[in-house]
């Protein structure tokens, strides 16, 4: 193998680890913005739970016990 073939193999590989490298900090992001979505939608939905408990109690309407909340 000639030392321009090394060279260019080298280089490929190099482009091939930083190409993996972008791929996983890019995968990594999307996870982390996924989790932020789904803790701001957990958020919202507990809020509208407790409006509307507050707006049953407001009416006087009897409330169901409360349901177990769900496993992370």
Do not use: K
Request: charged share 20%; no cysteine.
């Amino acid at each position: 193998m000639s030392f321009e073939e090394y060279a260019a193999l080298a280089r490929q590989l190099s482009a091939q680890h930083r190409a993996g490298e972008q791929h996983a900090a890019a995968e990594s992001a999307r996870r982390r913005d996924l989790h932020a979505a789904v803790d701001y939608l957990q958020q919202r939905l507990t809020a509208q739970g407790q409006r509307l408990d507050q707006l049953g109690r407001a009416i006087g309407v009897d409330q169901p016990p409360p349901a177990p909340a769900p496993a992370a």
